[in-house]
């Protein structure tokens, strides 16, 4: 079987991990922990990184360092993986989702706009001046867009409508480390952005992610939050309900060595996609992911739309070739059923009934390539 998606683990990783083996320095103290927050957030061009257990828990933290409660709104795309819901709803906030763009299937930025304008008010008091979703009266707080495959929509146009309705932008990077909009790099252009390194993303720490920000009060935050909000070197005291949400020296051993080799990685990426949309082009009714000018994207997932998706998707599984189909949307969850869709044509069924992933592990071989490709044309020739 030809994996989806396999971390490729060709460097440095097993002197680091035996490093802090032998050293005894495998918990959250030890150094590879400073040095790979540090190498992800120069990579992201972000003044500051702060290591945690997961990207889920990284959200987690993000929203609560803007202040998220029960009483707030988090804006976020209808097609996405479910943890970006899930942190919303650990603070309590309701989400308010947002259908996607049919060719990008990133959050459609017209929708939002809308949304905001129609069913939203901005309201002044001494706390300043914020917007509220006129239907439930609460604060909408903020919009988490997610770089869903690694590629980003219109940041400039997210940005604008973000201040011109006073709302933060946290940003659900996780599947877009080396994916830039206009050279800059996914996760550096709101307030704070989050990174995973799950086992299936561009590389992997095993379980692990990163929070990047610019501002210097936030990163201190949320070093805080993660260690149980320890005040002292000495004593135990605490000032607020913290968390246990730091990343192990080990984990982070290993994602030194994945971000010393991350530029080969990243190049292996762009050629599997330059091939799949060179081979893929024009078979059966396949239609690929629209990049929006200005975008870079990291290539991270090969997704591609096709009418027969389900059909195609039974044959590659039984061929030989790992594929999946993509998320369910979210409001079509139980758990997310009573809250605010905002669509206009329900966009993101559409999108979830014809998207198909296929194999996209950076250390795909070329035979291997060449292999799906082949079993997709042949089930097309039927
Ligand atoms: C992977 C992923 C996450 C969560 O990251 P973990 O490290 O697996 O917790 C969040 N959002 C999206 C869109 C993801 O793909």
Redesign the pocket.
């Known amino acids: 079987m030809i994996p989806l998606s396999i971390p490729k683990i060709e460097g440095n990783e097993s002197k680091y991990v035996l490093d802090c083996l032998q050293t005894g320095w495998i918990s959250s103290a030890g150094s590879y922990v400073n040095q790979f927050e540090e190498m992800v957030a120069n990579y992201a061009g972000a003044k500051y990184g702060v290591a945690c257990m ?3 828990v990284g ?1 987690h933290i993000a929203q609560i360092l803007l202040g998220v409660n029960e009483n707030d709104h988090v804006i976020a795309p209808n097609i ?2 479910i ?2 819901l899930n942190a919303i709803k650990y603070t309590g906030a309701q989400p308010i989702l947002i259908d996607v763009d049919a060719d990008n299937w990133q959050m459609d930025l017209n929708l939002l706009e809308k949304y905001l304008q129609e069913n939203t008010e901005i309201k002044t008091s001494n706390n300043g001046t914020f917007s509220f979703d006129k239907s439930t009266g609460n604060r909408v707080r903020a919009i988490m867009p ?1 770089h869903v495959l690694g590629n980003i929509g219109d940041m400039n146009r997210m940005l604008e409508i973000a201040e011109k309705h006073h709302l933060a932008i946290i940003e ?1 990077s ?2 877009a480390l080396g994916s830039t909009y206009n050279g800059k790099h996914s996760g550096s252009f709101g307030e704070i952005g989050v990174f ?3 086992g299936n ?1 561009i590389i992997s720490t095993g ?1 692990g ?1 990163v929070i990047v920000t610019n501002d210097e009060e936030i990163a201190k935050q949320a070093r805080h939050l993660t260690t149980q909000a320890k005040v002292s070197a000495m004593d135990y005291i605490h000032d607020e309900i913290g968390y246990n949400y730091r990343l192990v020296n080990v984990l982070a051993a290993i994602g030194v060595a994945q971000m010393e080799t991350f530029d080969e990685t990243l190049e292996a990426k762009k050629a599997m996609d330059a091939f799949y949309r060179e081979q893929l082009e024009g078979i059966g009714d396949i239609k690929f992911q629209a990049i929006p000018e200005g975008t870079n994207p990291n290539c991270w997932l090969f997704t591609f739309s096709t009418s027969r998706m389900r059909d195609l998707l039974e044959y590659l599984n039984k061929n030989g070739v790992q594929s999946r189909p993509f998320w369910m949307p979210m409001n079509q969850l139980a758990m997310f059923k009573d809250d605010i869709y905002f669509n206009e044509k329900d966009v993101s069924s559409t999108v979830y009934e014809n998207s198909i992933s296929i194999p996209s592990s950076a250390g795909i071989t070329r035979e291997q390539l060449e292999t799906v490709v082949e079993t997709i044309k042949e089930f097309f020739r039927n």
């Open positions: 997961n990207g889920t959200l996405t993986f943890a970006t997610v659900d996780t599947e995973s390194f799950n993303k379980g992610g």
